[in-house]
Nanobody, 114 residues
């Protein structure tokens, strides 16, 4: 079991930046960590993942704008989001995955609007 708590969401203007953080209740060693999002009226979609070795994977719609990182010593995962667009508006969820078991945080709201 692992509890995940996201923070850092909020309202930002188009072109702005936000940094999301996810704090885990236990060691994340061995976990693949990820960020997903769900926009109003849409399904949940992958944003980015990072393995224990630091290999990253990004959805095409965030490549070059978002950066995922992890700090295994602090049990945290971050998502730096730059050049935000209105279509990035969504609830962003942290995910921890190991051996086909996964856990989700409660989500943090990101609104990109002028």
């Amino acid at each position: 079991q692992v509890q995940l708590v996201e923070s850092g969401g909020g309202l930002v203007q188009p072109g702005g930046s936000l940094r999301l953080s996810c704090a885990a209740s236990r060691s994340i060693f061995g976990f693949t960590m990820g960020w997903y999002r769900q926009a109003p009226g849409k399904g949940r979609e992958l944003v980015a993942t990072i393995t224990i070795t630091g290999n990253t994977n990004y959805a095409d719609f965030v490549k070059g704008r978002f950066t995922i990182s992890r700090d295994n010593a602090k049990n945290t995962v971050n998502l730096q989001m730059n050049s935000l667009k209105p279509e990035d508006t969504a609830v962003y969820y942290c995910n921890a995955n190991i051996r086909s078991s996964q856990w989700w945080g409660q989500g943090t709201h990101v609104t990109v609007s002028s």
